[in-house]
């Protein structure tokens, strides 16, 4: 399983960013999810979807302004993240499950994309 995250950058506050997860030799009944990291604090759940059915979960800090969905064509998950926060400010990581969407105890991760929101 390989995952390779990409769409980081840096904008201000209120904007928008658009995070992709290109996957990989990923079985077709995962869970996909986004997790993030802020400098000295603890990795967080973001939000996860299922591969098959599109089920979702969220973070109360994100839920309405950001959404998670896959396109199961180019097998790629995205996020789309708006009116970005300076408290979104984190390095962020896809990773993918064999179990729950809201667990922290992803079996497989990507390397992580720097999301940087200016006040």
């Known amino acids: 399983v390989q995952l390779q995250a990409s769409g980081g950058g840096l904008v201000q506050a209120g904007g928008s960013l658009r995070l992709a997860c290109a996957v990989s030799?990923?079985?077709?009944?995962?869970?996909m999810g986004w997790f993030r990291q802020a400098p000295g604090a603890e990795r967080e759940f973001v939000a996860a979807?299922?591969?098959?059915?599109?089920?979702?979960a969220y973070a109360d800090s994100v839920q309405g302004r950001f959404i998670i969905s896959r396109d199961n064509a180019e097998n790629t998950v995205y996020l789309q993240m708006n009116s970005l926060e300076p408290e979104d400010t984190a390095v962020y990581y896809c990773?993918?499950?064999?179990?729950?969407?809201?667990?922290?105890?992803?079996?497989?991760w990507g390397q992580g994309t720097q999301v940087t929101v200016s006040s």
């Open positions: 990773a993918a499950n064999n179990g729950p969407l809201r667990t922290l105890r992803y079996d497989y």
């Open positions: 030799g990923i079985v077709r009944n995962v869970a």
């Open positions: 979807i299922r591969w098959n059915g599109g089920s979702t």
